[in-house]
Nanobody, 121 residues
């Protein structure tokens, strides 16, 4: 599986941005796709994931502001970011992995390159 993240940039507080993660290669259509971010000086954190059947998990820190969706025809996963805040500034990464629904555990396997999101006026 290969992943290509895009859509980052500069956005003002309160604004919106949509990130895209295009997946390709063998198994890409079956993989769970997750979005992580890493802010300067902080650990990488899982924000959202979506399985190939549409099961969604959103971290509490972005619930109500971010949504994740998947276009299976295009093999692309989107992270819609609304009402962004300066603390959302980070490098955002998408990855492909396995989500264990019963235990609510996600194991990322393949990482894409990051895309930088800067929230500033």
């Amino acid at each position: 599986v290969q992943l290509q993240a895009s859509g980052g940039g500069l956005v003002q507080p309160g604004g919106s941005l949509r990130l895209s993660c295009a997946a390709s290669g063998s198994g890409s259509s079956d993989a769970t796709i997750g979005w992580y971010r890493q802010a300067p000086g902080k650990q990488r954190e899982l924000l959202a994931l979506i399985t190939n059947t549409g099961i969604v998990h959103l971290d509490h820190s972005v619930k109500g502001r971010f949504t994740i969706s998947r276009d299976n025809a295009e093999n692309t996963v989107y992270l819609q970011m609304n009402s962004v805040r300066p603390e959302d500034t980070a490098v955002y990464y998408c990855n492909a992995g396995t989500y264990y629904v019963g235990s609510d555990y996600y194991s990322p396997v393949v990482w894409g390159q990051g895309t930088l999101v800067t929230v500033s006026s």
